[in-house]
Nanobody
Framework: QVQLVESGGGLVQAGGSLRLSCAAS????????MGWFRQAPGKEREFVAG???????YYADSMKGRFTISRDNAKNTVYLQMNSLKFEDTAVYHC?????????????????????WGQGTQVTVSS
């Protein structure tokens, strides 16, 4: 099973950009579908974006056109490029992994479908 460590969070002004990284340990990173979730204070954790083992991607509606998820299997890393950040994007961002035993194109979209979680990285957007 992989272990996940996020980085890249911080404080940014509205309209700015950040790139989050999630580094995975282990040699089977390519066997995992990956996702990003976020949790704002007082709110439930919500899906942000996911990427399948094949590299297909899926985004929550409010992130489409602003966020881009990608993966580099050679570096055991998944990224989340966040542009045009808004105050409401402020949250702790977590990456998650699901070991794939089915379709290469499968993208889990709910947190209960993921097996492994990182500790999270704080993103704060100032208005």
């Amino acid at each position: 099973q992989v272990q996940l460590v996020e980085s890249g969070g911080g404080l940014v002004q509205a309209g700015g950009s950040l790139r989050l990284s999630c580094a995975a340990s282990g040699r089977t990173f390519s066997a995992y579908a990956m996702g990003w979730f976020r949790q704002a204070p007082g709110k439930e954790r919500e899906f942000v974006a996911g990427i399948s083992r094949s590299g297909d991607t899926y985004y929550a509606d409010s992130m489409k056109g602003r966020f881009t998820i990608s993966r580099d299997n050679a570096k055991n890393t998944v990224y989340l490029q966040m542009n045009s950040l808004k105050f409401e994007d402020t949250a702790v961002y977590h990456c998650a992994a699901r070991y794939g035993s089915g379709s290469l194109y499968y993208i889990p979209r709910t947190q209960d479908l993921y097996d492994v979680w990182g500790q999270g990285t704080q993103v704060t957007v100032s208005s």
